[in-house]
């Protein structure tokens, strides 16, 4: 069965910050607020520096955090009840999630990262997601499943989509839409927190959501999904 490996790396979490900073598309959330954690000095010299460059001024900042022993001790903490509160559904989960999707979980591990952003994001390329540390634990747990459904969407469905003349932008905006099914039914002993979506997403997600409850065919649901969206 696949587990969920937990793990903190100041390299990736100054990589999910520069990712927000420099991202003002979030789908309707409020940019102001998801990066309200970043110094305004700091802050601007992300937005106004290249990518690697402000990811380097990000770790340094980290770095030398006068409450960095404090902040450590908060993340592994973390870590440790993740691992225990994600231990009694981890199976459950990975069952329910193949079955309804009709297809194999395609790797053996996946790397859950912490960061101390407020925006939980992923890495396809790399097969690794992000929760935050600042996040309740079942808050978490929902984002834990919402990131597995993005890197199992885009593994199996990705070209799938391209070669449906689906451009990138649709293919993110079904990725993120298809999530409502962690709301439904079949995750009801998993999923404590509501996976509300993004605010531009509402709509699509009311529309494939009917689709699913007149038809729970998972298949099915992408074929009318790429009617909707081109």
């Not at 902040?71 to 509160?85: A, C, F, Q, Y």
Request: net charge neutral; hydrophobic share 40%.
């Amino acid at each position: 069965m696949p587990k969920v490996k937990f793990k903190y790396n100041i390299n990736n979490d100054a990589w999910s910050w520069v990712s927000i900073a420099k991202d003002k598309n979030l789908w309707g959330l409020d940019w102001n607020f998801q990066v309200s954690f970043i110094p305004k000095n700091l802050l601007e010299k992300i937005v106004n520096t290249e990518f690697l460059e402000a990811q380097n001024l990000v770790r340094k900042y980290l770095e030398n955090h006068p409450l960095k022993i404090y902040r450590s001790t908060v993340v592994d903490k973390t870590i440790l009840s993740l691992e225990g509160i994600w231990g009694t559904v981890e199976n459950n989960f990975f069952d329910t999630f193949s079955s309804l999707t009709k297809k194999k979980i395609y790797r053996d591990n996946f790397d859950c990262f912490l960061t101390t952003g407020f925006v939980c994001i992923d890495n396809a390329e790399k097969n690794w997601f992000m929760v935050s540390v600042w996040h309740s634990l079942p808050f978490s747990i929902t984002s834990i499943c919402h990131e597995l459904f993005h890197l199992h969407f885009l593994h199996h469905y990705y070209e799938y989509f391209k070669k449906k003349g689906l451009n990138k932008e649709q293919i993110n905006n079904l990725k993120e839409s298809l999530t409502f099914l962690l709301n439904e039914p079949e995750f009801s002993k998993i999923i404590l927190v509501e996976d509300i979506g993004y605010p531009e997403h509402f709509l699509l997600r009311e529309k494939l959501k009917n689709i699913w409850h007149t038809n729970k065919d998972f298949n099915n649901l992408l074929e009318k999904a790429i009617e909707i969206i081109k």
